[in-house]
């Protein structure tokens, strides 16, 4: 079946200006999660949903930064006012969580943000 | 504070060669170990997932093992191959989260020659 997909691929945009990118999950996973990974930075966990929930908002880095998700489905974060340093790549994950007990996470492509 | 940590950050080989990736991890209240596969300018591939109750899991030439009380897993390849060159990162969910964020490491890149 399909993947976890998002949209844009890449996404060059000027310093100040807001963005969206999109997730996907797989069809009747309920839990969602975006993290960043950015240069020397490794992996860092963004926000976790359960439905269209946020139990989990631990790692948006400013309040520049939002997510929702709507209909348990798709889901969008934004960024408002952009900033070099935000520069990096986003990647989705869903899982079935709590009915995969072990809540094996399947990752999108990621969406590559430039700013400048 | 739960940290992962990946040894070595790359790697060279020859192919044929079996070789082992590290991964350690300071918090041993984990609820499960998941190793991926990153290809470049890609999104992560799961390899394989071991729950905390576990000790290893097998899939093809890949077999990771787990041992919590040590804080430490390991990816084993065998017969590497040239297709096998991607980083190889180590992610753990904590016990009391579970559910939520992947503590990642900073992962191993595997390079294999033909």
């Known amino acids: 079946g399909a993947g976890v997909s998002q949209s844009p691929s890449n996404k060059v945009t000027e310093k100040g200006k807001d963005v969206e990118l999109r997730c996907d999950p797989i069809s009747g996973h309920t839990a969602l999660y975006w993290y960043r990974q950015s240069l020397g930075q490794g992996l860092e966990f963004l926000i976790y949903f359960q439905g269209n929930s946020a139990p989990d908002k631990s790692g948006l880095p400013s309040d520049r930064f939002s997510a929702e998700r709507t209909g348990g489905s798709v889901s969008t974060l934004t960024i408002q006012r952009t900033q070099q340093e935000d520069s990096a790549v986003y990647l989705c994950a869903s899982s079935t969580f709590p009915r995969g007990r072990y809540n094996e996470q399947f990752f999108g492509p990621g969406t590559r943000l430039t700013v400048l | 504070k739960q940290e992962v940590t990946q040894i070595p950050a790359a790697l060279s080989v020859p192919e044929g060669e079996n070789l082992v990736l590290n991964c350690s991890f300071t918090?041993?209240?984990?609820?499960?170990l998941q190793w991926f596969r990153q290809d470049p300018g890609k999104g992560l591939t799961s390899l394989l997932l071991?729950?905390?109750?576990?000790r290893e899991q097998t899939s093809g030439r890949l077999n990771a093992s787990l041992d919590k009380s040590s804080g430490r897993s390991t990816l084993y390849i065998a017969a590497s191959q040239p297709g096998d060159s991607a980083t190889y990162l180590c992610a753990v969910t904590l016990f009391n989260q579970a559910g939520t964020a992947l503590i990642f490491g900073k992962g191993t890149t595997l390079s294999v020659s033909s």
């Open positions: 918090d041993s209240a984990i609820y499960n």
């Open positions: 071991i729950q905390s109750s576990q």
